[in-house]
């Protein structure tokens, strides 16, 4: 009697189901849809990205280069150690957390920003009032006040739009 090939697709439901995880939490933790587990596990998808194998041998305990192997990929594309492609999961969280990090500064930055454009509106808006009730006043003048005052309340209305879209 012939031995069955091994498949992709035993591997993961096997370890799943002795690690007692759903497909819906693997799917959650590998950071795919529960349908693409079932792909998976069904054989529908015999060649899962390199990421959710990398998933697969965090979650499950099931060697990267096992399933690399059955998925088909080359040996040159199991090594690691490849600067410019994410091949685990360590590498993939800390370059999110660096993007988590990158986007807080930014925030701050905006904030900041926002400020700061708040508060030269709110002591322009004085200024502006003051030279509008003078007399004799050059109308060029009052002119660039005019176009400094909508140009503030533009930038006024773009961080607002900002806030909005967080």
Do not use: C
Not at 3 to 29: D, H, N, W, Y
Not at 44 to 53: A, G, Q, T
Not at 63 to 92: C, H, R, W
Not at 128 to 154: F, G, P, T, V
């Amino acid at each position: 009697m012939l031995k069955k090939e091994e498949t992709i697709a035993e591997l993961v439901k096997v370890a799943r189901k002795e690690k007692k995880i759903s497909a819906r939490k693997l799917a959650s933790l590998v950071g795919v849809s529960h349908t693409e587990i079932n792909n998976i596990e069904n054989g529908f998808r015999v060649k899962p990205s390199i990421l959710v194998l990398k998933g697969f041998e965090k979650y499950l305990d099931i060697p990267f280069k096992k399933t690399a192997k059955l998925a088909g990929y080359s040996n040159e594309t199991i090594k690691y150690g490849d600067d410019e492609i994410i091949v685990s999961y360590e590498m993939y969280d800390k370059k999110l957390n660096e993007y988590k990090e990158e986007i807080k500064h930014m925030e701050y930055i905006i904030d900041l920003k926002r400020h700061i454009a708040m508060d030269t509106s709110e002591y322009f808006k004085e200024i502006h009032s003051y030279l509008n009730k003078q007399d004799n006043i050059d109308k060029s003048l009052l002119d660039k006040a005019d176009s400094i005052e909508r140009y503030l309340s533009e930038i006024e209305k773009k961080y607002e739009s900002i806030l909005k879209e967080k």
